[in-house]
């Protein structure tokens, strides 16, 4: 029987210059999706429907857990250091947006889908597997990571109004659950979209990265 090499352990975890392309690509779509949203007109701080979560999926679908997270955490830093790549702008004081849990909610979700996704339904180059259990066992790690993302970004956002913000917390936290209500069917059809489109892109991937 044939043993895994433990020599072999330390290369798969140097990044090639592939999954350095992989990882910027994906953080340019992230950065592509913010342009792409309809903004909700909720007080004190707007909520945004954009494609951003639909890049997310993809890159924890195709990238993998640890992939997929550091493309989120490259778009992240890029938009911290000042480049607006955000829905309202960048910059390092961007933290103190309450709605800034809900970008370190991508950064979770990702790793969880990629994570997930690879265990449920571990990608393979050629063969097809049938498509509806397919998309059934990706969906299902699409809203686990969906709601990954709400429960970080709803936790942030109390935590801004309770110890930053001078605006009652309980307020707060009430805009943060209604705005995820306005946006929970939307982001529901994104996980759908990403898991169909999974399917097709993920085995030909798989073939060119191995």
């Known amino acids: 029987m044939n043993r895994p ?21 994906f953080a340019a779509l992230i950065a ?14 707007p909520f945004t429907f954009s494609l951003q979560w639909l890049f ?15 493309s ?3 778009y992240l830093i890029i938009g911290l250091v000042g480049v607006p790549v955000f829905v309202h702008g960048g910059g ?10 809900f970008l370190l909610g991508f950064l979770l979700a990702a790793f969880l889908v990629g994570l997930i996704s ?30 990954a993302y709400y429960a970080v970004g709803i936790a942030y956002y109390y935590f801004m109004y309770t110890c930053v913000l001078t605006t ?12 995820c209500m306005t946006t929970f ?14 399917i097709r892109l993920r085995p030909a991937l798989y073939t060119a990265m191995h």
């Open 5 to 25: 090499n433990p020599s072999s352990e330390p290369n798969r975890r140097k990044l090639s210059t592939r999954d350095i392309v992989l990882c910027g690509l």
């Open 32 to 45: 592509v999706g913010a342009f792409i949203r309809i903004t909700l007109p909720t007080e004190p701080y």
């Open 56 to 70: 997310v999926l993809l890159a924890g679908f195709l990238l993998g857990a640890r992939l997929g997270a550091m």
């Open 72 to 74: 989120v955490a490259t």
């Open 92 to 101: 390092p004081q961007y933290i103190f947006r309450a709605g800034f849990g």
């Open 118 to 147: 690879a265990r449920l339904a571990p990608p393979i180059g050629g063969a097809k597997r049938p498509f509806l259990p397919e998309l059934a066992r990706l969906l299902a790690a699409a809203l686990v990571g969906l709601v």
């Open 168 to 179: 009652p917390a309980e307020w707060g936290l009430g805009i943060a659950i209604a705005g």
């Open 185 to 198: 069917l939307p982001d529901i059809a994104l996980c759908v979209i990403a898991a169909a489109l999974s």
